[in-house]
């Protein structure tokens, strides 16, 4: 059983109720009656019919109360919540849905400032980053073809702290949804020391405060995605490694590396990209690329469904 068949019979198991604010797009609606058939979730499509006026008074209000120190305008705030994509924040801060999937028509950066204003980031973390779930046919690296890939969509140039916590909540995501051991690879184009670069030394200060944070995860680096995949490289290039070549949790030193790696994977393999699944928010999130098709829709709200679980 391929990972997208995984996640689909682990999402059936406790039905959670996703909002869906881009009624207007006919994917979202095609994917909608799919979710439906299929039993993965309760797709919450916010047709204008469904929102209530008072309530979007009470959100404008609640929201310019929240950000009233920052010098926001109330016009402003109204003119926010002309879009579905606040209300449904709104609705999913406050419980009434227990995640939200959006972006087939919006950009990402739309979809994460949404996201981070209305529902808020993890104290956790206190930073969002975001990642895909990889599928890859044919595949014998990662899991049996079954990697994640982050940050891919919205930290540009993370720091040695960024990177640990994106680290973190990977991994996090990693055995939640895909109930897989996680087992962390932190590239460069360094291995160990083999190039003495700020960037490369960047990467062994974020592997070092990961594990400040979680002595119990395995995770390595910095090193070459070959030599974090490939146990026959391992050996020659990082033979002490505790990873030994089979990571299945990739972190890129940015988002330039990141963003272009799951597209040049997903276009030369045929894989399914997931994604971008934000992480570090207080309820999950995930967001679509514009140019999505039907099933990454259902996809992406079958994983938001397991991680409201």
Not at 238 to 254: E, H, R, T
């Amino acid at each position: 059983m391929n990972a997208v068949a995984r996640i689909r019979k682990q999402a059936q198991k406790k039905i959670r109720t996703i909002v869906l604010p881009e009624y207007e797009d006919e994917r979202t609606l095609e994917a909608a009656r799919i979710i439906v058939a299929e039993n993965l979730a309760r797709p919450l499509v916010l047709t204008p019919e469904m929102i209530d006026k008072n309530e979007v008074d009470r959100y404008i209000r609640q929201y310019y109360a929240m950000y009233q120190s920052k010098d926001i305008e109330l016009d402003t705030v109204k003119k926010l919540f002309s879009d579905n994509l606040y209300y449904a924040a709104m609705m999913t801060r406050e419980g009434k849905a227990d995640g939200l999937v959006a972006g087939a028509i919006h950009t990402t950066a739309d979809m994460a400032r949404a996201c981070i204003r209305c529902i808020g980031l993890d104290e956790r973390w206190t930073i969002a980053s975001s990642c895909f779930i990889m599928d890859v046919p044919n595949c014998e690296y990662g899991d049996n073809g079954t990697l994640i890939f982050a940050d891919c969509g919205v930290i540009p140039d993370p720091n040695a702290r960024q990177l640990s916590c994106i680290a973190l909540t990977a991994a996090e995501l990693a055995g939640k949804v895909l109930n897989l051991i996680p087992r962390v690879a932190f590239l460069s184009y360094s291995t160990k020391g083999s190039a003495k670069t700020k960037s490369a030394e960047k990467i062994a200060e974020a592997l070092a405060l990961l594990k400040e944070q979680s002595v119990d995860i395995l995770a390595d680096g910095e090193m070459q995605a070959d030599a974090a995949i490939v146990p026959e490289v391992a050996r020659i290039k990082c033979p002490d490694s505790p990873l030994g070549g089979q990571a299945n949790v990739l972190i890129f030193p940015n988002l330039e590396a990141g963003n272009i790696s799951y597209k040049l994977v997903q276009r030369l393999s045929g894989c399914r990209a997931i994604g971008p699944l934000f992480l570090g928010l207080n309820k999950p999130a995930s967001d679509l690329s514009r140019g999505c098709s039907v099933e990454d829709i259902v996809d992406s709200v079958a994983v938001t469904a397991i991680r409201a679980q």
